[in-house]
């Protein structure tokens, strides 16, 4: 039985809807994703890192679409200090135009946290689009963002374009390769869970499991009219938030927050 699966049963039991006549799958499985987004945000328990190279004359990027949070980047293994727009207006009020060979801030955007602009724009010294090269593929892509296993072992390729899966590319098993470590942003973030359903488990921790039952049946009791219900619903999520505690520390140990993490290169840069 899935983790989806036995939450959802759990969950019944407590909502005393076993024939689903009151909750159908569907509304649960939006009630999970709440849960597994509110995690998420408090627990930083999906945490996934870019190699970002630089390119010349481009001072604008993104991370990919599922990034929900950037919580750090770095350069040459050194944290890049974070600024506002409105900061660097402060230091110079030409300071969009200013060159060199390495990145001292990271500008970023209040509007749309995935964007962010390094400051000074990089030059030529700076660029560098071959962190990792592939061994055996005929025809990698240009852009996009390519998913790897460390260097030496075998490995599949999907493209993505912005963030977003393209298609996987074809005759594209080989070798990753190590090219260069430097002269590249290395990106922090924390990403988004995939949707829950029939084919996609839950990718938190299983040590939140407890938490998103109470979740699930505690905002499905709030969504009831019955003053009763709304009442048990309250307890059902103030459960949840005492277990989200508890769990996060568990999470905590070992490093197991870090939960599905993996590396890949990030290539495709869009200049705002």
């Not at 993104?62 to 949070?69: F, I, K, Q, T």
């Not at 990698?140 to 260097?151: H, K």
């Not at 709030?222 to 005492?242: M, P, T, Y």
């Not at 277990?243 to 993490?261: G, I, R, S």
Request: aromatic share 10%; hydrophobic share 40%.
């Amino acid at each position: 039985m899935s983790r989806r699966q036995d939450i959802i049963d759990r969950a019944r039991d407590a909502l005393a809807d076993p024939r689903k006549e009151r909750y159908p799958d569907p509304r649960l499985d939006r009630l999970i994703d709440e849960a597994q987004v509110a995690i998420v945000r408090y627990a930083r328990s999906l945490t996934t890192t870019i190699y970002l190279p630089l390119t010349v004359g481009v001072a604008s990027y993104r991370a990919p679409s599922d990034s929900y949070l950037i919580s750090r980047i770095t350069y040459n293994a050194k944290a890049l200090a974070l600024k506002s727009h409105e900061e660097m207006d402060l230091l110079a009020i030409d300071w969009e135009d200013h060159l060199a060979d390495d990145p001292q801030y990271i500008v970023y955007d209040k509007q749309d946290p995935r964007f962010f602009r390094v400051y000074p724009t990089p030059n030529a010294a700076s660029a560098n689009t071959n962190l990792y090269g592939l061994v055996a593929v005929t025809a990698p892509p240009p852009f996009g963002v390519i998913r790897f296993t460390p260097a030496g072992e075998s490995l599949a390729i999907s493209a993505y374009i912005d963030g977003d899966l393209l298609k996987p590319l074809q005759n594209t098993a080989g070798l990753a390769t190590l090219k260069a470590t430097s002269k590249c942003l290395q990106v922090y973030f924390i990403r988004r869970p995939l949707k829950v359903s029939e084919t996609q488990d839950l990718e938190v921790l299983e040590a939140f499991d407890t938490a998103i039952k109470y979740y699930v049946v505690g905002a499905a009791l709030r969504d009831d009219r019955d003053a009763q219900n709304r009442s048990l619903g309250n307890e059902e999520l103030a459960k949840f938030s005492q277990e989200l505690e508890l769990a996060k520390q568990f999470a905590m140990t070992d490093n197991l927050a870090v939960d599905t993490q993996y590396d890949y290169q990030y290539q495709g840069v869009f200049h705002v």
